[in-house]
């Protein structure tokens, strides 16, 4: 079964700073996603950022950034310029197509004025 | 951009009774999807939906749970005879297709509260 892990409960910087946000996983499988959602106080759960595990180039979006290392089953993510609106859970997320998606745990990030 | 749209937003439900939750997927979407967060916990896989039939269930979606798609847009969730430790936020989603190109889309989620 495929697990995923954020070791990271917590964190907190200021704004403008750079902030990652760490993610390892587990599987067997050679073709799957990977996705960062953010969850705000809100409740919803937006996606940041998604990857394919077949594709080298590291995603962007704006200044939403990943690290995957898939020899490593890491896939960490990168905020830069962070802003108040940044504040939320997020969580980390892996998936083989259409099936179900498997989250983290999720890291709270503060960013602080 | 349109919008996965659950109903009610808290649900509010005495121990033993059932309740509905309801989605309206978006409209071209053909797979859909139920997740569970307790408090404080992460978000749990459910159940997925597919072409008017479950194609993947967790360990969680026992008897208790049942899922349909009554009139072609909306999609619900049923949960018969509720005990305290259903109490969670329920979202659903939806997605277009099978491949991760085609990303599932949140609805804001159900908060049920069992008494």
């Known amino acids: 079964a495929q697990t995923v892990t954020q070791s990271q409960p917590e964190m907190s910087v200021q704004e403008a700073e750079t902030v990652t946000l760490s993610c390892t996983y587990d599987?067997?499988?050679?073709?799957?996603?990977l996705f960062w959602y953010k969850q705000p106080p809100s409740r919803q759960m937006i996606l940041v950022i998604r990857?394919?595990?077949?594709?080298?180039q590291n995603a962007t979006e704006n200044r939403f950034s990943v690290n995957f290392q898939k020899a490593a089953k890491s896939f960490s993510l990168k905020i830069s310029d962070s802003q108040l609106g940044d504040t939320a859970m997020y969580f980390c997320?892996?998936?083989?197509?259409?099936?179900?998606?498997?989250f983290g745990q999720g890291t709270r990030l503060t960013i602080n004025p | 951009e349109p919008e996965v749209t659950q109903t009610p937003s808290h649900q509010v439900t005495q121990m033993g009774q059932e309740v509905i939750l309801r989605c309206v997927p978006i409209s071209n979407h053909l797979y859909f999807y139920w997740y569970r967060q307790i408090l404080g916990q992460k978000v749990e896989f459910l159940v997925s939906?597919?072409?008017?039939?479950?194609?993947?269930k967790s360990e969680i979606f026992d008897d208790q749970f049942s899922v349909e798609r009554p009139d072609g847009s909306n999609f619900t969730l049923k949960i018969r005879s509720t005990k305290l430790e259903d109490s969670a936020m329920y979202f659903c989603?939806?997605?277009?297709?099978?491949?991760?190109?085609?990303?599932?889309?949140f609805g804001d989620g159900t908060r049920l509260s069992i008494l």
């Open positions: 599987t067997s499988e050679n073709n799957y996603y």
């Open positions: 939906f597919y072409n008017n039939e479950i194609s993947e």
């Open positions: 989603a939806s997605s277009e297709a099978t491949t991760g190109n085609q990303p599932q889309h």
């Open positions: 990857q394919e595990a077949y594709k080298q």
């Open positions: 997320a892996f998936s083989q197509g259409a099936q179900k998606l498997v």
